[in-house]
């Protein structure tokens, strides 16, 4: 009877990557057949929702690979979802954070693989991963109907995003309303960016305290959220409103905002109950869509603070 190989390790301890890359799960080579048991068309436990017919959907929302230090620690110490494996690059600088991400992985026995550069490099997905990543079940896609509803005596506050598509825009405004107490966000199926792994870096962990609603049409969103009774304000910078005259926001509420350029799509405007704008004293006619949300979120969470309060921690 043979011993089972020992696996090789690295020089810092970690197990070594496989030279081969296995296949992509249910991937069938060109002319191949599917073997008995393959994975291919099935989703993830808690990935999608049952659709007429029996079959199942996988989430629109996105987020199963984490990149950034922060954004992969946060992942770890909320737990909200369950991680597959880690990759971390063998020459990775050291760092607090990265000591706390290897210590957290290793308490949860989640995989950790330290993989060269080369390897590394081809399966990160953002310009600046940190030297780590991680592989994880996607994010959970909740019901517009849920997101409408109090969380505990705090009313409903809401960001809905109309067609924006730069990730790194997306992921700092999720940051700022993370920051600002937002409880949802709704997110348009189409012609829009959802949660990639650059969104995941730019908001260093904020996609794991949201909850995300994808809808078909954002248009017909926003009408069932008045019909729900949240107020939907869009920030446009043709408001005839300011921003600073918003009346008391400490209802139920939802801000949408616009693609940079673009703004407010003509639907979306007129699902609102009020367009807002932000008034510029400069010369320059706009902001960046993270930076004019950013403003907006933490005006609402300014008119909700003696509801709220500040946070504790």
Do not use: Y
Request: glycine share 12%; proline share 9%.
């Amino acid at each position: 009877m043979t011993k089972p190989r020992k696996p090789r390790l690295s020089r810092g301890g970690l197990p070594k990557a496989p030279t081969r890359r296995s296949p992509t799960p249910g991937r069938v080579p060109e002319g191949g057949r599917a073997r008995a048991g393959s994975p291919r068309g099935k989703v993830a436990a808690g990935a999608g929702r049952p659709t007429p017919g029996g079959s199942k959907r996988r989430s629109g929302v996105g987020g199963d690979q984490v990149e950034g230090r922060q954004a992969v620690r946060e992942l770890l110490l909320v737990g909200r979802r369950k991680v597959r494996e880690l990759w971390v690059l063998s020459d990775a600088e050291p760092s607090p954070v990265l000591e706390d991400i290897l210590e957290l992985a290793g308490s949860q026995r989640v995989p950790v693989r330290e993989v060269g550069r080369g390897r590394f490099f081809g399966e990160a997905r953002c310009e600046a991963p940190q030297g780590v990543l991680a592989k994880a079940e996607p994010l959970a896609e909740v019901l517009l109907e849920d997101l409408a509803q109090a969380k505990g005596s705090t009313p409903p506050f809401l960001l809905a995003v109309d067609g924006v598509t730069d990730p790194g825009n997306l992921g700092a405004l999720l940051r700022s309303a993370e920051c600002a107490g937002v409880t949802g966000v709704v997110l348009p199926r189409h012609r829009a960016v959802h949660v990639t792994p650059t969104v995941t870096k730019a908001a260093a962990g904020a996609v794991e305290h949201l909850r995300f609603a994808v809808a078909g049409g954002l248009p017909t969103a926003l009408a069932d959220l008045r019909k729900a009774g949240v107020w939907v304000v869009g920030l446009d910078a043709d408001g005839l409103t300011s921003l600073w005259d918003l009346p008391a926001a400490d209802g139920p509420i939802c801000l949408v905002l616009g693609a940079e350029g673009a703004g407010l799509s003509r639907l979306a405007r007129q699902r609102c109950d009020e367009v807002v704008a932000i008034p510029l004293q400069g010369s320059l006619p706009s902001l960046n869509v993270s930076v004019a949300g950013a403003l907006a979120c933490f005006e609402v969470a300014r008119a909700r603070r003696p509801a709220a309060g500040p946070r504790s921690d």
